[in-house]
C-alpha cells in the first residue's frame, strides 16, 4: 500500500504484475483482445432458428403475428417463440416454442458472470482502473452486461435483427405474416421490438463513450467479426 500512496486499487495492480493474481487468468498486455462475434453468433442462430421451424411450425389460417428470440434468465439464445392470431408476444402464450441451442461463447451466460473480454477492453482504454486478472474493486465501469449499456445494448439490436430476419425468411417461405408482426429479442420479462429507438440508444451511448478513434475501432473489433459490420459500427458512432 505504500508504494500505491494508499490507493487499493495501485496495489492490487501491482500485486497482480507480481504474480498474486488469486487464481485468476494472468493478463498479458500484449494479447489480442478477443471477439464476442455478435455477428457470426446472430447468423449461427437464424440458421438454428430456420431449421427448427422448418421441422416444427406448421401452415396454419392463422397469421404470424410474433417472432421472438428469448434468452429465458441469461443472455444468450435459448428459445424461439412464434406467435400467431390475436395471441401477439404480449400474451404470453405462443403457438410454437422451440429450444434453440448455439453456443455463445465467448459472451456471456448471464450478466453477473465475470468476463474478461470486457474486463480487459475496459483497463486497456481507460473505463477501469484494475487490471483483468485482478477483477473489479468498488468499480462500476461504463460498459457492462445491462441492456440499457454498451456493449449489451448492441447485442440486443443484433437480436433483434436476428428475429426480423426470421420472420422475413417466414414470409419468403409461403407463411402467412402479419404487417404488424412483432419481431424482437426477450430476456426473463423484457422484450424488445423497436429497432429504431433501439438503434438510436446504441448510437447515443457510442458517441457518449468513445470519442477515442482508436477506442471505438477496437470496440467494432470486439463486438464484430466481420469487417463491414464493424465499419458499419463506426459509421453509426460518427454519423450525426
Given at each position: 500500500m505504500k508504494e500505491a500512496q494508499g490507493n487499493p486499487r495501485l496495489a492490487l495492480n501491482q500485486?497482480?504484475?507480481e504474480g498474486h493474481t488469486g487464481g485468476r487468468p494472468r493478463?498479458?498486455?500484449t494479447a489480442?483482445?478477443?471477439c464476442y462475434g455478435?455477428?457470426?453468433y446472430a447468423r449461427r442462430v437464424i440458421e438454428a432458428g430456420e431449421q427448427a421451424l422448418a421441422e416444427y411450425l406448421k401452415p396454419s389460417g392463422e397469421p404470424i403475428t410474433g417472432v421472438v428470440l428469448h434468452g429465458g434468465q441469461g443472455i444468450p439464445v435459448s428459445q424461439l417463440l412464434i406467435y400467431d392470431g390475436t395471441q401477439g408476444p404480449g400474451s404470453g402464450v405462443a403457438r410454437v416454442s422451440l429450444d434453440v441451442t448455439v453456443d455463445a461463447r465467448p459472451i456471456p451466460a448471464a450478466y453477473e458472470d465475470t468476463d474478461l473480454l470486457l474486463e480487459t477492453f475496459?483497463?486497456?482504454f481507460g473505463f477501469q482502473e484494475t487490471r483483468p486478472d485482478v477483477g473489479l474493486f468498488d468499480e462500476e465501469p461504463a460498459l457492462n452486461w445491462e441492456v440499457s449499456t454498451l456493449p449489451d445494448s448492441l447485442y440486443c439490436l443484433v437480436m433483434m435483427r436476428a428475429a426480423t430476419a426470421l420472420a422475413r425468411g417466414l414470409a419468403g417461405k409461403g407463411y402467412q405474416v402479419a404487417s404488424t408482426c412483432i419481431a424482437g429479442y426477450a430476456r426473463q420479462d423484457l422484450l424488445l421490438s423497436d429497432d429504431a429507438d433501439q438503434l438510436a440508444l446504441v448510437q447515443r451511448q457510442l458517441q457518449r463513450n468513445f470519442g477515442d478513434s482508436d477506442a471505438l475501432r477496437a470496440f467494432a473489433g470486439l463486438c464484430h467479426a466481420s469487417p463491414d459490420d464493424q465499419?458499419?459500427?463506426i459509421q453509426l458512432a460518427m454519423a450525426p
Amino acid at each position: 500500500m505504500k508504494e500505491a500512496q494508499g490507493n487499493p486499487r495501485l496495489a492490487l495492480n501491482q500485486l497482480a504484475s507480481e504474480g498474486h493474481t488469486g487464481g485468476r487468468p494472468r493478463y498479458d498486455e500484449t494479447a489480442p483482445l478477443g471477439c464476442y462475434g455478435f455477428d457470426t453468433y446472430a447468423r449461427r442462430v437464424i440458421e438454428a432458428g430456420e431449421q427448427a421451424l422448418a421441422e416444427y411450425l406448421k401452415p396454419s389460417g392463422e397469421p404470424i403475428t410474433g417472432v421472438v428470440l428469448h434468452g429465458g434468465q441469461g443472455i444468450p439464445v435459448s428459445q424461439l417463440l412464434i406467435y400467431d392470431g390475436t395471441q401477439g408476444p404480449g400474451s404470453g402464450v405462443a403457438r410454437v416454442s422451440l429450444d434453440v441451442t448455439v453456443d455463445a461463447r465467448p459472451i456471456p451466460a448471464a450478466y453477473e458472470d465475470t468476463d474478461l473480454l470486457l474486463e480487459t477492453f475496459c483497463y486497456r482504454f481507460g473505463f477501469q482502473e484494475t487490471r483483468p486478472d485482478v477483477g473489479l474493486f468498488d468499480e462500476e465501469p461504463a460498459l457492462n452486461w445491462e441492456v440499457s449499456t454498451l456493449p449489451d445494448s448492441l447485442y440486443c439490436l443484433v437480436m433483434m435483427r436476428a428475429a426480423t430476419a426470421l420472420a422475413r425468411g417466414l414470409a419468403g417461405k409461403g407463411y402467412q405474416v402479419a404487417s404488424t408482426c412483432i419481431a424482437g429479442y426477450a430476456r426473463q420479462d423484457l422484450l424488445l421490438s423497436d429497432d429504431a429507438d433501439q438503434l438510436a440508444l446504441v448510437q447515443r451511448q457510442l458517441q457518449r463513450n468513445f470519442g477515442d478513434s482508436d477506442a471505438l475501432r477496437a470496440f467494432a473489433g470486439l463486438c464484430h467479426a466481420s469487417p463491414d459490420d464493424q465499419q458499419r459500427l463506426i459509421q453509426l458512432a460518427m454519423a450525426p
